[in-house]
């Protein structure tokens, strides 16, 4: 007993940590069933209403190579059309907010221009928009559109408050060496602003995935994970619905870990890790 | 006379108030002179230094520099600043090459220029270190070479080793007297310390309280390298002292007189 402690008290760390981590999903998992006990406890007729996490993975893996009963197709092509609204929604975003934060954050000619516009259409969520953009757009961009407004003000903001904060002393130095207008701004400001660009991703993809899922609710039979889960959860198919809900939160996790390795390699090219 | 200020007025305009940061004042320094300003703080040295620097526009007057005056769009001066304002993402030698990419200079030129400068304020082991790796004096090279890389006629230093430690500083002082003596630039040297005044200056100009004006012109006259604790070292020095401290003076009279607070409070 006495050599277990002593064994204990000198781990490192890390090593906790990694002992925590795998507590915390067993837990997780432990809840999940329980509650899944629960509901088929209180209700045998109609059965469980939140599957076991097996039946979840096991409705997975099943839907890796069948086309699912309540909308027909694979459920890696309902993950792509997913996939290419958020890199459409987000990449058109991004090529609009930071051109656009950078200039309001520099002249007050543009942030003049620009202010009362976007304080228009701030306070309206992006969700409000998706039946709106369903008509405008139809249903493959219409649910992009919301993905780009969402992604969209993270990014103009984060980018607007960087290129303010620009330390005076570097555009001085700059200009001491010749700099001209385009050169402080390409090479200053831009440079400058960067970390609070990549504050402004970050959030914005994080939105960006709420956005996609309940754009496609609203969009039905446009495809796509919102759509998918809502389908089968309409079908009563729940181990399906959960499979659904799951790979949501892989990809975003995903998609938010790739913009964290981009960063950390910005930042060692940029010499400031 | 590659300086030359001639009845130079600038009034800053802060929230419907006027201050007079200068009025009236002269400057000349000649081709390869080390001169150094000093003043109680607030009498318009940084100022001074940002119009001819073309970062800030006079009132009126007349500021020449080589006889031209001085346009803000393509500057014949370099500047060093106490902040050291060096790019933190860029790496010394990046730093170093900055002035020389905003004017086009091809890559293997610009390279060539930077390593003969950072070797000259002895960094050549440094260059690929960023700003955030270097030490305070580290980085007022790297920011000296800089300025030195675009080869101005004249170098405007305001404070530039201000925030540094002492023995760091009276290294600073040495090396910049090396990099001046190799390089032989004209130096318009802004300082608080007298010391440093006097070990580094040809001359040095004393200003009046706000608004500035140049109140003395010191020749120093001692041959470098000066020993700090020699008599005509000190003499120099306390004769400097003397004038600054008649100008502190006059200032804390007067902002005593001016300040709202104590007029509120009688
Ligand atoms: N941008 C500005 N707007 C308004 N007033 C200014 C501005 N820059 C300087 N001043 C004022 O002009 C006067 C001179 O300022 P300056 O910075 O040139 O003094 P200084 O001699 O460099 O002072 P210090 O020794 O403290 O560095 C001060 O009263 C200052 O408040
Ligand atoms: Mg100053």
Redesign the pocket.
């Known amino acids: 007993m006495n050599a277990i402690l002593k064994w204990f008290k000198k781990m490192p760390r890390s090593q906790w940590k990694l002992i925590l981590l795998v507590a915390s999903i067993l837990l997780f998992i432990g809840v999940w069933y329980a509650v899944s006990w629960w509901t088929e406890l209180r209700d045998p007729v109609q059965g469980s209403l939140v599957p076991p996490p097996d039946e979840v993975a096991s409705s997975f893996y099943w839907l890796l190579s069948n086309k699912d009963r309540a909308t027909g197709i694979y459920l890696f092509q309902h993950m792509f059309t997913s996939l290419e609204r958020v890199f459409l929604g987000f990449a058109l975003a991004f090529a609009l907010a930071l051109p656009s934060g950078l200039l309001m954050g520099r002249s007050w000619v543009a942030e003049g221009l620009a202010r009362p516009i976007v304080e228009i259409f701030r306070p309206i969520p992006p969700l409000a928009w998706a039946p709106a953009f369903l008509i405008i757009f139809k249903i493959f961009w219409g649910p992009v559109a919301v993905v780009f407004l969402g992604v969209f003000f993270p990014i103009l903001f984060n980018v607007m408050l960087g290129a303010r904060s620009v330390d005076r002393t570097l555009i001085d130095a700059a200009r001491t060496l010749g700099a001209r207008r385009s050169d402080v701004f390409t090479k200053v400001v831009l440079p400058y602003t960067v970390p609070y660009l990549m504050t402004g991703v970050t959030v914005g993809l994080g939105i960006g995935w709420m956005c996609i899922v309940a754009a496609e609710f609203v969009s039905a039979e446009g495809g796509g994970l919102g759509y998918f889960i809502l389908a089968n959860s309409d079908f009563g198919y729940y181990p399906e619905m959960y499979a659904g809900m799951v790979l949501i939160g892989i990809l975003s996790v995903l998609t938010t870990g790739l913009a964290g390795l981009f960063e950390r390699e910005v930042y060692k090219r940029m010499g400031m890790d | 006379m590659i300086i030359s200020v001639k009845d130079l007025r600038?009034v800053?305009?802060?929230e419907r108030r006027e201050?007079v940061?200068?009025d009236g004042f002269d400057l000349e320094v000649l081709e390869s002179e080390f001169v150094c300003l000093l003043?109680?703080?607030?009498?318009?040295?940084?100022?001074?230094?940002?119009i001819i620097a073309g970062l800030?526009s006079k009132t009126s007057g007349q500021v020449l520099v080589h006889g031209k005056e001085v346009a803000s769009s393509r500057p014949r001066v370099g500047m060093v600043f106490q902040e050291f304002a060096l790019f933190p993402w860029r790496s010394s030698k990046k730093n170093v090459e900055f002035g020389l990419e905003v004017r086009h200079v091809p890559r293997d030129g610009r390279s060539k220029v930077a390593d003969k400068y950072l070797d000259l304020v002895g960094l050549s082991g440094f260059a690929e270190a960023h700003p955030h790796e270097l030490s305070g004096g580290m980085k007022q090279r790297v920011a000296i070479a800089r300025a030195l890389a675009n080869e101005p006629e004249v170098l405007l230093m305001?404070?530039p080793f201000g925030s540094l430690d002492a023995q760091t500083r009276n290294l600073m002082q040495r090396e910049l007297l090396r990099i001046w003596a190799a390089t032989r630039k004209t130096v318009l040297f802004?300082t608080?310390s007298v010391d440093e005044a006097v070990f580094l200056a040809d001359r040095i100009v004393v200003?009046t309280a706000?608004p500035?004006k140049e109140r003395e012109s010191i020749e120093v006259l001692l041959p470098r390298p000066r020993d700090r604790t020699s008599p005509e070292f000190i003499a120099v020095r306390s004769r400097v002292l003397s004038e600054l401290d008649e100008e502190f003076e006059k200032a804390r009279a007067r902002e005593l007189s001016h300040s709202p607070e104590v007029k509120n409070n009688a």
């Open positions: 600038k800053f305009t802060k201050v940061a200068l003043g109680p703080s607030g009498c318009g040295k940084t100022t001074v230094l940002r800030e305001d404070e802004v608080h200003m706000r500035g």
